[in-house]
T-cell receptor
């Protein structure tokens, strides 16, 4: 079993709809969860992080965490063509000296169709 | 406030040569991480460093790869005797040492290494 799993996609969503991206992880001790957006040929950009069970909203983005199910998701409301990118789920697997090692999923390629 | 800086952005090496990749963290950040992204694959952790210390190198290949973060100057990832399989994008990330933002890692633009 992979430590962090995502559907690779591609996920195709019409403009204006809600895009839903999912991620599961294997380490029950994980405490911190992150979503990065990566455009083709560019570096990952941190867009959301969540530490507690429940929902966390930031603009059009909502991160959801369910530690019992070891599941984290990202919702993008009112999807725009500029949201088309690969979305990487990252999990803090181990904490060393106040910082952390992130384990990334394979990424989900999202395409927003005008 | 400048972000994470990496250079060079593109590097071409012939098989057997050495590659040196540099990373300067964001201002105020003292933790540096190196990740590798092979074509069509996800990001893989390589090494985590603080000034003058390697904290976790569990993702580093046992041979040919080394990393340092000296007291002065950038962090350096060094690959000796490169092979074609080393062709990848190498990303550096940094985070602050303490506080609520110590959990957040910010990435540089990456160095794309091509081995011919």
């Amino acid at each position: 079993q992979k430590e962090v799993e995502q559907n690779s996609g591609p996920l195709s969503v019409p403009e204006g709809a809600i895009a839903s991206l999912n991620c599961t992880y294997s380490d029950r001790g994980s405490q911190s969860f992150f979503w990065y957006r990566q455009y083709s040929g560019k570096s990952p950009e941190l867009i959301m992080f969540i530490y507690s069970n429940g929902d966390k909203e930031d603009g059009r983005f909502t991160a959801q965490l369910n530690k019992a199910s070891q599941y984290v998701s990202l919702l993008i409301r009112d999807s725009q063509p500029s949201d088309s990118a690969t979305y990487l789920c990252a999990v803090n697997i181990r904490k060393i000296q106040g910082a952390q090692k992130l384990v990334f999923g394979q990424g989900t390629r999202l395409t927003i169709n005008p | 406030n400048a972000g994470v800086m990496q250079n060079p952005r593109h590097l071409v090496r012939r098989r057997g040569q050495e590659a040196r990749l540099r990373c300067s963290p964001m201002k105020g950040h003292s933790h540096v991480y190196w990740y590798r992204q092979l074509p069509e694959e996800g990001l893989k952790f390589m090494v985590y460093l603080q000034k003058e210390n390697i904290i976790d190198e569990s993702g580093m290949p046992k041979e040919r790869f080394s990393a340092e973060f000296p007291k002065e100057g950038p962090s350096i990832l060094r690959i000796q005797q490169v092979v074609r399989g080393d062709s990848a994008a190498y990303f550096c990330a940094s985070s602050p040492p303490t506080g609520p933002k110590s959990y957040e890692q910010y990435f540089g633009p990456g160095t794309r290494l091509t081995v011919t």
